[in-house]
Nanobody, 123 residues
């Protein structure tokens, strides 16, 4: 599976962005998907995850109520809608795929990674 993340950019605090992650391969619909982020000088941290069917989602406390993860298996794409953005959301955002139906919240839970997309939130 190859993953291509897109949709990052520069936005003011309080603004919104939608990230997309397009996956190759016919097995996408059977994989759980996750989003992680990494700010300069910090470890990669969990943001959100979604099960293979989309019926189960999970969020980090820091983004709960502001971010929404979703997927369209017909398009082999997972999304991260980010609202009410804060400067502390600034990071490179990565999508990841896990070869099981249900997601995890640690980087080592995932088997495939995209290249990352930069999100910068100005104050």
């Amino acid at each position: 599976v190859q993953l291509q993340a897109s949709g990052g950019g520069l936005v003011q605090a309080g603004g919104s962005l939608r990230l997309s992650c397009a996956a190759s391969g016919r097995t996408f619909s059977s994989y759980a998907m996750g989003w992680f982020r990494q700010a300069p000088g910090k470890e990669r941290e969990f943001v959100a995850a979604i099960s293979w069917s989309g019926d189960s989602t999970y969020y980090a406390d820091s983004v709960k109520g502001r971010f929404t993860i979703s997927r369209d298996n017909a398009k082999n794409t997972v999304y991260l809608q980010m609202n009410s953005l804060k400067p502390e959301d600034t990071a490179v955002y990565y999508c990841a795929a896990r070869r099981t139906h249900y997601s995890g919240s640690y980087p080592w839970d995932y088997d495939y990674w995209g290249q990352g997309t930069q999100v910068t939130v100005s104050s």
